[in-house]
């Protein structure tokens, strides 16, 4: 991973300082190690920069939300031609080893990573109060694990890096199996429970950190990836009484004024104002409004007409499915922001409503604070009853709502939808069941992808994307190829199967 190999100078050059916000953005300049991991204040800033990457395009701010074009819940959509050709290369299974999203991804968590190792490297040996000490391990924990669990479900096995690398280190290492890789991820996460706070100990400017809940939901997800039904049973019993709730609005989930809600376990931060380029890692504004805003509209700041939703995807909506009308804009549909929606600004006749911001508070393209959704309660809940289900105990997975904060849980997420209670399938029609509503509940927020490719080890995403006419997506496309350009720096790096 170039990333990974090319940048251990940064070991000896923390490139960090403190700041009051802890997502505020920091000069990337060289500050002498020598008397660095000596205060409180070098461990925040340590860890600050960990969380960085996580923000920048080549992870959640346009690289992650574009897998569900992969999907095949929409198209790129943007200014047609080649616009966003290396993402419609994906979504189109005709993937080479020099795509541009793939070479993206592959070097997105390698500073992160790196950054990572550093503070767990140091700061436990750091004279400085014992639970901020186990705070920023636990943060690093968490953050490592998210990193890699990103790269190995895209890549498969990958190098595994777990010390910040030195010139005298083996910078070309070879790709680690991803049993091996998951066995770090699940070490890190189970460590980071036992050192992380609860998300209510956190107040002020810490607001939006790891927490206990967020390391369990993370878990719990590694866990249904690799099939463990059982762990994720046992995983949601620690996390349930910990406060977590769903919305009463769907909507707020997705409103900058509603960050780090009850139904928000994890959300990479971002405030929206920024003296760096739109373009920069540095910047501080989400991508996301002005991306999937119409084009042509004056809807958004910006408005770049990406990821607009299919017909197929629209028709998957079942009657009085509340989500339709926060989730997608089509002709008729409420009117946002005082404005009507025109089919005509889609090459599909559909936009994107739900990461939307009014001008109101984002004036412009630049400036938009929204937060992006990384793990929700509503996601917990789903991943309760598929394991439920899995377990041969369907009958708790569709047990009745009592509301959308009890009963049982696919119901629970059914019910803020406005649908009526699943009741009386048999295993595969609830399986069937609770991955439609993984896909409606979720729609666009990044998973879908990971949905198709985890099921029936892939077979289930398959199967999903030949029904779509998408008839050349084939086993080799359930990961990404390793970018050529890597390859070429580090010739011990295997190729994927078939690229």
Request: proline share 5%; hydrophobic share 35%.
């Amino acid at each position: 991973m170039k990333s990974l190999l090319y940048i251990p100078i940064m070991s000896a050059a923390l490139l960090l300082n403190s700041c009051s916000k802890f997502l505020d953005k920091v000069p990337l300049d060289s500050v002498n190690t020598s008397n660095f991991w000596q205060t409180e204040d070098d461990a925040i800033a340590g860890i600050n920069g960990a969380y960085q990457p996580l923000q920048w395009p080549k992870l959640y701010n346009l690289r992650m939300w574009t897998t569900d074009i992969w999907a095949g819940n929409s198209l790129v959509g943007a200014g047609g031609g080649t616009d966003g050709i290396e993402t419609q290369d994906i979504a189109n299974f005709v993937t080479s080893t020099d795509n541009a999203a793939a070479l993206d991804i592959w070097r997105g968590p390698a500073p992160g990573i790196l950054r990572c190792n550093l503070v767990l490297k140091n700061v436990p040996t750091m004279s400085i109060r014992e639970s901020l000490k186990n705070r920023v391990t636990g943060e690093a924990q968490f953050l490592r694990a998210h990193y890699y669990f990103i790269l190995v479900q895209l890549f498969g096995d990958v190098p595994l890096i777990t010390d910040p690398q030195t010139p005298s280190d083996n910078l070309r290492p070879a790709r680690t199996s991803k049993d091996k890789v998951y066995e770090l991820i699940i070490d890190d996460l189970t460590k980071a429970i036992g050192n992380l706070p609860a998300k209510a100990e956190y107040s002020g400017s810490d607001i939006g950190r790891a927490t206990k809940g967020a390391a369990i939901g993370m878990l719990m997800k590694v866990y249904l990836t690799l099939g463990n039904y059982q762990k994720v049973v046992d995983l949601y019993g620690q996390l349930n009484g910990m406060g977590y709730a769903l919305n009463a609005n769907y909507s707020d989930n997705f409103d900058p004024r509603t960050k780090n809600s009850a139904e928000s376990l994890f959300e990479v931060q971002y405030y929206g104002k920024t003296s760096y380029s739109f373009w920069d890692n540095e910047n501080q504004a989400s991508w996301v409004s002005t991306f999937t805003g119409p084009r042509n509209s004056d809807f958004v700041g910006g408005g770049y007409g990406w990821n607009q939703p299919t017909q197929e995807f629209v028709n998957a909506y079942e009657a009085n499915d509340n989500r339709k009308d926060k989730t997608i804009l089509y002709a008729g549909c409420p009117d946002f922001d005082g404005k009507v929606y025109k089919a005509s600004y889609s090459g599909t006749g559909y936009n994107l409503r739900k990461f939307l911001v009014p001008k109101s508070i984002s004036s412009d393209y630049d400036t938009n604070p929204s937060d992006w959704p990384v793990l929700r309660f509503s996601d917990v809940l789903l991943m309760y009853a598929e394991a439920l289900n899995e377990l041969g105990r369907g009958t708790e997975a569709q047990a009745a709502s009592a509301g959308i904060n009890a009963g049982g849980p696919l119901n629970r997420v059914r019910n803020r939808a406005g649908l009526t209670d699943v009741t009386g399938l048999n295993q595969a029609a609830l399986r069937e069941k609770i991955l439609h509503e993984r896909r409606m509940e979720l729609a666009f927020e990044g998973h879908r992808w990971f949905d198709l490719i985890r099921v029936n080890n892939g077979q289930y995403g398959l199967n999903f994307l030949h029904s779509i006419g998408k008839t050349n997506a084939a086993a080799k496309h359930l990961l990404l190829p390793i970018p050529q350009k890597e390859r070429d720096a580090n010739p011990n790096l295997s190729q994927n199967k078939d690229y």
